[in-house]
């Protein structure tokens, strides 16, 4: 219930200060288990991404989000809680395999789950490498995957930027399913996920108009952090 209090009183907020604009919703299944794959640009993609979806979309978070202390950290559990984050431990081994259980679960209740295959915001607009758990989910679900990409949310509201700058029009496109029927039973293989999470990528980067860059963002964002510090 909570979820859909919060999308009442955002939604003609949103509307009415920043004119959000969507195409393809038609292509998201209005029943069924659903996976949302999308591009992650900015904080404003929690905002914006559902916001035309009929169905609530209950998304993978980090555990961060709700662990925070004092007014901040009381603010963040309530929003992410809200908006239909699950908190996830996102340390690797066997984290990722209990953050995949937690993400079928959600699919065998027939729910829409959403995920930034990326694993983290884009440090720089563009878009970067895909991991290879939402092929696992893709191929042991068997749910269909819809490429969701955001489009202008980093120009409105970059990393560590408090808040989004107004004249600027954020957007959402969702794309046609992608079917993967011919790997099914193939969820072992390392070749076939791998191929299966760059088909992926590579329709979000057609619906983006994103430059593809092939490596992952948080190695990106560590390069950059070092180049930071070398500077200082």
């Not at 991991?131 to 989910?137: D, I, M, N, W």
């Not at 600027?168 to 039973?185: A, E, T």
């Not at 191929?195 to 390069?223: C, H, N, P, R």
């Amino acid at each position: 219930m909570f979820y859909w209090v919060v999308k009442a009183i955002l939604w003609p907020f949103l509307h009415f200060v920043f004119r959000p604009w969507a195409e393809g919703v038609d292509n998201v299944p209005k029943e069924g288990p659903v996976i949302l794959a999308g591009n992650h640009l900015s904080f404003a993609d929690h905002f914006f991404g559902a916001l035309f979806l009929p169905r609530k979309v209950i998304s993978l978070g980090k555990a961060e989000y709700f662990t925070g202390q004092g007014l901040k950290g009381l603010f963040s559990r309530a929003f992410f809680s809200g908006v239909g984050t699950v908190p996830i431990d996102r340390s690797g081994g066997k984290a990722s395999e209990a953050a995949l259980r937690t993400g079928l679960r959600i699919l065998r209740e027939n729910s829409v789950l959403g995920i930034y295959p990326e694993g983290t915001r884009s440090p720089d607009g563009r878009l970067y490498k895909g991991k290879t758990g939402v092929a696992r989910l893709a191929l042991e679900s068997r749910a269909p995957v819809i490429p969701w990409a955001m489009v202008n949310t980093f120009e409105m509201m970059p990393p560590g930027r408090p808040f989004p700058k107004l004249g600027i029009r954020p957007g959402v496109r969702y794309g046609k399913p992608l079917d993967f029927s011919r790997y099914y039973g193939m969820e072992n293989d390392r070749l076939v996920l791998r191929a299966v999470t760059d088909e992926i990528m590579y329709a979000l980067m057609e619906l983006s108009g994103q430059e593809y860059v092939d490596k992952y963002a948080a190695a990106a964002k560590a390069e950059l952090s070092r180049a930071a510090r070398d500077k200082s």
